[in-house]
């Protein structure tokens, strides 16, 4: 099993402010995703990069997948409220199928 | 608009009762999948099918059963519930397209184990 860490688990900022969340493996991915997650809800995905190096923007969103393809990263540029959520990243192990192997999520804050 | 559905948002059950977790998609995927999520652990997949009647054993499937006999609907079986098996249960599915799918998910049924 190909495992990914992410850190910080838990993290709180004022709206605003900016962010960064990393996710780390020894293991080397086809691809990774990452997705957020809403209380009650299940995850959405917000984004796959697929080439190391490959930075993609999604309005104040940037992912960055690291050139060996074993770590990412996700910065937000002045987080607001509506940032808060569980961000899981989620590299494709098994191209044959689909499977998906989870870091176990970064819990982010904005408050007002 | 994709849509995957889940029986029950909230269960609680005895230990020892045989519990059925239902998941349905509309959007014709050959994949479905079922995680448990428990917090600090992240999601681990339980199993997954790739097709109707076929089915894969995931990271954690003791103590689970799974079915599909069709294409759209995708069952989680916990035999005898234990209470190591409290958890958030979420179900995905995903097309087929050779690695880089999303993967849709319901919104997850609470399990509580007494």
Request: aromatic share 10%.
């Amino acid at each position: 099993t190909q495992l990914l860490e992410q850190s910080p688990q838990f993290l709180s900022i004022q709206e605003g402010e900016n962010l960064t969340v990393y996710c780390n493996s020894s293991s080397v991915f086809s691809s990774l995703q990452w997705y957020r997650q809403e209380p009650g809800e299940g995850p959405v995905l917000l984004v796959t990069v697929v080439t190391g190096g490959e930075v993609k923007k999604l309005k104040r969103l940037t992912f960055q997948f690291g050139d060996a393809r074993k770590d990412s990263s996700l910065h937000i540029t002045a987080a607001q409220p509506g940032d808060t959520g569980l961000y899981l990243c989620a590299g494709v192990g098994s191209v044959r199928w689909g499977k998906l192997q989870f870091g176990a999520g970064t819990q982010v804050v904005v408050t007002p | 608009d994709v849509k995957v559905t889940q029986s029950s948002r909230y269960l609680v059950k005895r230990t020892g009762e045989k519990v059925f977790l239902e998941c349905v998609q509309d959007m014709d995927h050959e994949n479905m999948f079922w995680y448990r999520q428990d917090p600090g652990l992240g999601l681990r997949l339980i199993y997954f099918s790739y097709d109707v009647k076929m089915k894969e054993k995931g990271d954690i499937p003791e103590g689970y059963s799974v079915s599909r006999e069709k294409k759209e609907r995708f069952s989680l079986i916990l035999e005898s519930a234990s209470t190591n098996q409290t958890s958030m249960y979420l179900c995905a599915s995903s097309k087929q397209t050779g690695g880089r799918e999303t993967q849709y998910f319901g919104p997850g049924t609470r399990l509580l184990v007494l």
